[in-house]
C-alpha cells in the first residue's frame, strides 16, 4: 500500500512526508508542473546558439528534447541533505529552500556540455541573506576558479543588488573574471533576471524588460570547461565558498537553437495562461530578437 510504504521508510523526513501529502492532495496538476518549477524556485536556464542540424528540432520531438535540456536538479538527491528542505514555493507549489549548510554539487559532465559559445542565462531568485553570493557557478578542478557563475552582491550603499556574470578560461587566468555587472533593485523579493550572452555585448532583461547593455570582448569565442569541473549550485566550493541563501530555489539548464526554433514555439505558449510558461514566451521572444 502506498500510505505504508510512505509511513514505512526511515529516511522520510517531515519535509518529504509534506512533499508526497502535497502530491497527493494537488495530483496531476503537481505533477506536471515538477518539470516547469523543478520543485525549485530560482530559475537558471542557459541556451547556447547552435545550429537546427545539431538539435535535430524539426522532428517532431518535445521541447525538453528538442532543446536538449541539461537539469542542475541533479544535484539534489532524495532524501534531502543538510541544509535543504521542502517549503512552499511560487503560487504554493513545492519548492526547496537552500540554507548555508548546503552542500549542492555535481559533477558537470552529468549535467552540461562541454562547451557554451553564444548563450542566455535565466534566474529567478529570492534571496533569504542580505548578504547575496553565488547563485550557481561552474568551477575548474583545483576549485579556485569560477569559469561560469551568477554572483549577486549588495552595493556599497546597500540600496541596490550587483548581479554579476563571470565567464573565465581556467586554462589563461587565475583569477575568476568579470564579464558583466548589473544593478538591481535591493531586496529579498521575486527577480527575474536575463542575460543575453553574444559575442561582443550582453543585454541584461530585469523582470523581463531590458535594463542594459553592455559591450564586451568574449574571451574565448567559445567557453571550454575543465573536463573535471563541478557545478555548484548556491556557492563556489570549498575555496571560493560565498554561499547564497534562499528562502526557496529552483534551478535548470537549457541548450537551445536560439533562432530557428524560437519563431515555431511561441505560439504554443501563447495559448498557455500559468505563470511559468507565461514567463518562457518572453524568454523565447527575447532570445528569437
Known amino acids: 500500500m502506498p500510505g505504508r510504504a510512505l509511513h514505512s521508510n526511515p529516511k522520510a523526513t517531515e519535509s518529504n512526508k509534506w512533499f508526497i501529502a502535497h502530491l497527493l492532495t494537488n495530483g496531476k496538476r503537481v505533477v506536471k508542473l515538477l518539470w516547469l518549477y523543478g520543485t525549485l524556485v530560482t530559475l537558471i536556464c542557459i541556451a547556447h546558439r547552435v545550429t537546427s542540424s545539431e538539435l535535430n528540432i524539426f522532428g517532431g520531438q518535445g521541447i525538453r528534447d528538442a532543446l536538449a535540456e541539461r537539469d542542475l536538479m541533479g544535484a539534489i538527491q532524495i532524501p534531502l541533505q543538510n541544509g535543504v528542505k521542502f517549503v512552499d514555493g511560487l503560487d504554493g507549489f513545492p519548492a526547496f529552500g537552500v540554507t548555508s549548510e548546503a552542500d549542492l554539487k555535481s559533477p558537470f559532465k552529468l549535467i552540461l556540455s562541454d562547451h557554451l559559445q553564444d548563450f542566455a542565462i535565466i534566474a529567478t531568485v529570492r534571496p533569504q541573506s542580505s548578504s547575496g553570493g553565488w547563485v550557481f557557478s561552474v568551477v575548474n578542478s583545483l576549485d579556485t576558479v569560477v569559469q561560469l557563475g551568477l554572483l549577486l552582491e549588495p552595493t556599497a550603499s546597500g540600496d541596490q543588488w550587483n548581479a554579476t556574470l563571470y565567464y573565465t578560461d581556467a586554462k589563461k587566468e587565475r583569477n575568476s573574471q568579470p564579464l558583466a555587472s548589473f544593478q538591481v533593485p535591493y531586496g529579498k523579493s521575486w527577480m527575474k533576471m536575463i542575460f543575453k550572452v553574444l559575442p561582443d555585448q550582453v543585454v541584461f532583461y530585469y523582470n523581463c ?81
Open 209 to 289: 524588460l531590458e535594463a542594459g547593455v553592455v559591450p564586451v570582448k568574449k574571451e574565448p569565442r567559445k567557453l571550454v570547461f575543465d573536463s573535471a569541473s563541478t557545478v555548484y549550485i548556491g556557492q563556489a566550493g570549498p575555496i571560493l565558498k560565498q554561499k547564497f541563501e534562499v528562502s526557496a530555489v529552483y534551478q535548470f539548464f537549457i541548450n537551445l537553437a536560439i533562432e530557428p526554433i524560437s519563431r515555431r514555439i511561441i505560439p504554443r505558449f501563447a495559448e498557455s495562461t500559468s505563470i511559468d510558461q507565461r514567463y518562457r514566451r518572453v524568454i523565447w521572444m527575447i532570445l528569437r530578437n
